[in-house]
């Protein structure tokens, strides 16, 4: 059985119940908010690497300041907030394609670590989020 693509997988779900906008590398345009999702890891749970248990890290930026106001800390902070809501919903989901082909099932997903990192790679630093998660996934 093929591990599942969880980077691919969570993007996709997120995108059907959020208007966040999920990406693999920091976009070009920066000038509204995203969440770059990457995996950090992906240990078996099991000696057939049935049910794999992912750790993903998405980064929840804020968009640009706008004239001045900052308002960079409470959006970036309401995003990382919905997506962790909608992660959490992601549990005991069967995921699939869009011909209803399954995916992968999500059985648990658990935050383990949720840290504000402004980013000095932007100038001025730009606020962001980091949520640190825990995905139980089988195909």
């Known amino acids: 059985m093929p591990i599942p693509n969880v ?3 969570t993007a996709d ?4 119940v959020t208007d966040a906008r999920i990406v693999a590398k920091t976009p070009d345009d920066t000038s509204t908010s995203w ?19 992912f750790m993903v890290q998405l980064d929840c930026y804020a968009g640009k300041d706008v004239k001045g106001e900052t308002h960079g800390q409470p959006e970036a902070w309401e995003l990382a907030t919905t997506i962790r809501e909608q ?6 989901t069967r995921l699939a394609d869009t011909d209803d082909n399954l995916i992968a099932v999500c059985t648990q997903v658990k935050f383990v670590g949720m840290t504000r990192a402004p980013d ?4 001025p630093a730009r606020e962001r989020f980091i949520l640190t998660a825990l995905i139980w996934m089988h195909p």
């Open 13 to 16: 779900y997120l995108r059907s």
């Open 120 to 123: 000095a790679d932007f100038k």
């Open 87 to 92: 992660l959490k919903a992601m549990r005991h």
């Open 35 to 53: 969440v770059r999702l990457q995996m950090l890891a992906a240990p078996d749970e099991t000696d057939v690497e049935h049910l794999i248990q």
């Open 7 to 9: 980077e691919k997988i």
